[in-house]
Nanobody, 124 residues
Framework: QVHLAESGGGSVQPGGSLTLSCGAS????????VGWFRQGPGKEREWVAT???????TYADSVKGRFTISQDNAKTTLYLQMNSLKPEDTAMYYC??????????????????WGQGTQVTVSS
């Protein structure tokens, strides 16, 4: 049984940093189309960042240059380094894996497995 668990969320001031982790049991991140999404208050879940291949990552325009997605060599943990955080980054953050072949890698519908989420709050 696959289980994903996010951690590392918290409350920070604008301009601060956090690193989110997503640990996997019963699953090895393939390094192809695994990613992070977020859902702010009253908003739909939106794509944040994706590992498309071992040497390619993509980011939503809203986080480009501030966030970095990566995974460890053992492929059991996915990370999201978040710098220069803004109040609009406040959301529940989810990792997603288990890509469904042929799906849009940036859509919530493309993934079989989700974690329970970790809350990030950016406020002064």
């Amino acid at each position: 049984q696959v289980h994903l668990a996010e951690s590392g969320g918290g409350s920070v001031q604008p301009g601060g940093s956090l690193t989110l982790s997503c640990g996997a049991s019963g699953y090895t991140f393939s390094g192809y189309c695994v990613g992070w999404f977020r859902q702010g208050p009253g908003k739909e879940r939106e794509w944040v960042a994706t590992v498309n291949s071992p040497r390619r990552t993509t980011y939503a325009d809203s986080v480009k240059g501030r966030f970095t997605i990566s995974q460890d060599n053992a492929k059991t943990t996915l990370y999201l380094q978040m710098n220069s955080l803004k109040p609009e980054d406040t959301a529940m953050y989810y990792c997603a894996a288990g890509y469904i072949d042929g799906s849009n890698c940036y859509s919530t519908a493309a993934f079989r497995y989700w974690g329970q989420g970790t809350q990030v709050t950016v406020s002064s």
